[in-house]
């Protein structure tokens, strides 16, 4: 088995191992470099449904996602991304061909919490359709000392899609206005002890305790900062690439558009942690 960093701060590659047939010693290399670098890639792997799920459960309790839509009818703990991308018209249908577009945390709207997601490549345009990811441990080192002090103590609320609710359409009408979920805007993550920002313009709903302009203001202030320099990795996908991240410590975004005659499709789990869990307010 080999790790390779492809940037220095961001990111591992996994090559030559199998996760079917992995030791034990393998996964905690695995396991320290994820936590290392909050999104790791183990290349050329060959997974049925079962075994992506149970390589999820390797990092916790994987759990069906809000979106019923996308869910496998037979594993709901399993979707399906970029199925129907394409109308039969042939244009474009903005809802799944945009999913996940925009820098996000996977799940803050979940009272479970989602202390990771795991997305495995099927199928992968001949070009576009990376995926970015950014290292917000270096975006809460990064932040002027004066920032640092108006974010302490603060928490925000988030709700599916933010306070435009956009990405709405995704939800079953009964799905669409559930309460939302506190978080604080500064995180320790219960595995390195490490402070990040934990702030998310595509979920959030709002700051507490600031009134809307004071709100937009510190929203605004946080956007411009929320990528730090050198802290992005961005991933051209392969097929047969297991790619997971660390939500508690990382920013994704599908970044790029992609040919919209060509398919990109992915299966994806989400993993649940207490330790990640926001409150619930109802
Ligand atoms: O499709 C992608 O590149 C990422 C989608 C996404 O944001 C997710 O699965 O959580
Ligand atoms: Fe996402």
């Known amino acids: 088995m080999h790790i390779e960093k492809p940037t220095p701060n961001t990111g591992a590659l996994v090559t030559g191992v199998d996760l079917n047939r992995m030791s034990d010693a393998e996964w905690q290399a695995i396991y320290q470099a994820w936590l290392d670098a909050g999104v790791i890639c183990i290349r050329g792997q060959d997974l049925s449904i079962p075994q992506f799920l149970d390589h999820g459960r390797r990092f916790g309790q994987v759990f069906p996602h809000l979106v019923r839509k996308s869910r496998h009818a037979e594993f709901p703990e399993l979707t399906v991304m970029g199925i129907g991308a394409r109308k039969p018209d042939g244009s474009v249908n903005p809802s799944i061909y945009n999913r996940g577009r925009g820098w996000h945390t996977d799940g803050p709207w979940d009272p479970k919490g989602c202390k990771a997601t795991q997305l495995y490549g099927l199928e992968v345009p001949s070009s576009g359709g990376d995926t970015l990811f950014a290292n917000m441990t ?3 080192t990064a932040l002027p000392d004066a920032l640092k002090e108006r974010i302490d103590g603060l928490e925000a609320d988030y709700v599916y899609g933010g306070a435009s609710r956009k990405s709405n359409e995704l939800l079953e009408p009964e799905d669409r206005d559930l309460p939302p979920v506190r978080h604080s805007l500064v995180r320790v993550h219960s595995e390195t002890g490490r402070k990040s920002l934990y702030f998310n313009p595509t979920h959030l709903l709002r700051i507490v305790g600031l009134d809307e302009a004071e709100g937009e203001a510190l929203i605004s202030d946080l956007t411009a900062h929320q990528i730090a320099p050198d802290a992005e990795y961005q991933h051209d996908w392969q097929v047969g690439d297991v790619v997971t991240w660390d939500n508690r ?21 989400t993993v649940a942690s207490p330790d990640a869990m926001g409150r619930l307010m109802a």
């Open 138 to 140: 270096m975006a809460y």
């Open 249 to 269: 410590c990382m920013l994704h975004s599908a970044g790029a558009p992609y040919p919209i005659e060509q398919n990109r499709i992915h299966w994806r789990c």
